[in-house]
């Protein structure tokens, strides 16, 4: 599927499985191979001993906040260490960049440095969305 020899999928369920549970897994597996958005994209690490931000709530805060904005891929990084490079495919990402302050990219351009932590979602809100009414 992620080398584009894949035009669809089908997945077999015989009854016991609900037929939304069963739409909501092929839409993931689609996302995932990049073959068709239909959901905001959230690409984070899984934290480590450098996280420098409380993750699990930051990601909890920005998937709330960006849940509507279809096809958008948003990286989500506990340091600066290795999140620039994981997060290589996403359209904006939002990375530790020091104990309790954050930097913002844009792809893979650092645009906003050093934010404090409680300001960092309120900064990546208004980057996204000047960046959309400059689209229009
Ligand atoms: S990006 Fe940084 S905080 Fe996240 S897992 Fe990798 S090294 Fe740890």
Redesign the pocket.
Known sequence: MMDGLTDGLWLMNNGDIALEDVEQTAFAILQAGRLRMVKTEYIS????????YD?RTTIARIKEATKGMTGLKVGI???????PG?MADADYGYV?AGPNKVSLYRKQVCVEHNIPEEEAVEHLLALIKADQQGKQ
């Open positions: 690490c899984p934290g480590c001993g450098r996280t420098l993750l990084m506990g340091c600066i260490v290795n999140g994981e530790g």
